[in-house]
């Protein structure tokens, strides 16, 4: 198993620029998360997923869109990027509200200028 | 509202014993978790405790849990070099969703 996959590593956007965060988990995983790790902070939920179809917002959530069509892929879209969303993102899953089953991504690095 | 809070900084000499704390303030967390974060990595769950016990210990690894003082703590023995990393206490009072704290960046030098 390849675990939690985030694309791209790094990335660097322009004010008002638009992307997609990508994230894929090969593990069967029904719930799964986006955080986002500011500097010198800890993470910050800012969307998270029960199962297919359903998502709910976290503490941060605005300024970004998730869906979740299928149970391996849960991306984060940033539609018009502001330099507050500079910041290092990760992907987690787990299989069910079990916290010894949670597996975080490596994370991708933004920066928007 | 939920806060956890840790102190941002430890350092200590190999082969002692560290002691990381954590306070929250959520009452009703039902589980209380440890992750460590090694440099340009993802988070990695070392261990975690349901709030009804008061330790639970693994290996190196002891933690401590005070419900009335809402005081979580997690004490690595034998403290190696590779032991440093930032560790994250969390509080999760809703299975869903876990709130961390702000780290601690544990340095351990020889």
Redesign the interface.
Known sequence: NAGVTQTPKFRILKIGQSMTLQCTQDMNHNYMYWYRQDPGMGLKLIYYSVGAGITDKGEVPNGYNVSRSTTEDFPLRLELAAPSQTSVYFCASRLGPVADTQYFGPGTRLTVL | GED?EQS?FLSVREGDSSVINCTYTDSSST?L?WYKQEP??????LT?IFSNMDMKQDQRLTVLLNKKDKHLSLRIADTQTGDSAIY?CAE?WD?????????TRLQVFP
């Open positions: 956890v941002l589980y978790y340009g990595a993802g988070l990695q769950l975690y994250f999760s299975t869903d969703k876990l709130i961390f704290g702000t780290g």
